[in-house]
């Protein structure tokens, strides 16, 4: 019946998850009227809300060691001010078997781009398969990860080639997605800087984590370095952690600018992969599923 249409699964489990980075929390005696609720929910002040960018009856994942819960957002007590705590109900803290005074960790739902590069290069062989063919059963690798992890994590999908083009705004309709991201195709110039502009633009206004995925195999044919830069800067400015993969070999002729992409990273709080096996990128796609980085929620140095 397909990944998609599989048996329901319990409504927390154990499930992979690496969070880079994220800040712990000190659990503190719920609300006594709490106390007797049977649905596992978290009270955030205020403070926290906004700094995981999450509101009142938004659902996060609770994670003490291995194991998750999911949990409705409430309001916590004014007296908790900017404190890093929070106030897990009686359910929660069975769920995660969580004492007060433990740390546990808040993972807030995340909206993704998934910003491919479709110029006519990705219609190359590299190791005896297109890049294109190659990078499509690694987007599909990811979105099922994204649906196995049953974090509500939305998850979208933008081209660059000669422009830039929504394939698929951020959705939790997973089915659709994959059957989406199926219509790639490698054609035309390297539009980079619009591609991250439209990323930006439709993940501005999004609530919880924002994160882009930029993989390409080449340099931008539309703009120069200073504006892609500026566009990061800008990225960051927006708590948008920007992920960049290269394909290929930086140093083949017409090979991506690895410099650039690492300079992406690095201000946005993102990583840099470089896959020089186009086998291995399915694996790296699905790590980065797996993965959410929390840097942009330290505080500032």
Known sequence: MGIFRKKEEPENKNLPTTIFMSPGLK????FKE???????MVRLTRHLRERYGVGRGDRVVLKKGNALARARVEVSSVSDGEAEACRPNRAARDLL???LGDQIEVIPPEALILLIDTSGSMGDYISGTLKIDATKNA???????????GQDD??????????????????????HLENRAATLVAS????????????????????G??????LTDGVSTTTGRAAIISLAKKAASLRIVIDTVGVGSPFDFMGYDEALLR???????????????????????????????????????
């Open 27 to 30: 659990v503190l005696e719920g």
């Open 34 to 40: 709490d106390a007797g609720n049977p649905e596992p």
């Open 97 to 99: 078997s969580a004492a």
């Open 139 to 149: 987007v599909r690798e990811f979105i099922r990860s994204k649906f196995l992890m």
């Open 154 to 175: 939305k998850v979208g999908i933008i081209a660059f080639g000669e422009s830039a083009s929504v394939v698929e705004k951020p959705t939790t309709d997973y089915e």
């Open 188 to 207: 035309g110039a390297t539009a980079m800087y619009e591609g991250m502009g439209l990323a930006i633009d439709l993940l501005a206004n999004t609530s």
């Open 209 to 214: 984590m924002k994160r882009v995925v930029l």
């Open 263 to 301: 300079k992406i990273a690095a201000l946005t709080g993102g990583t840099f992969r470089r896959v020089l096996d186009i086998q291995e990128l399915t694996g790296q796609f699905r790590e980065l599923a797996e993965g959410k980085n929390y840097t942009h929620l330290l505080p500032e140095k």
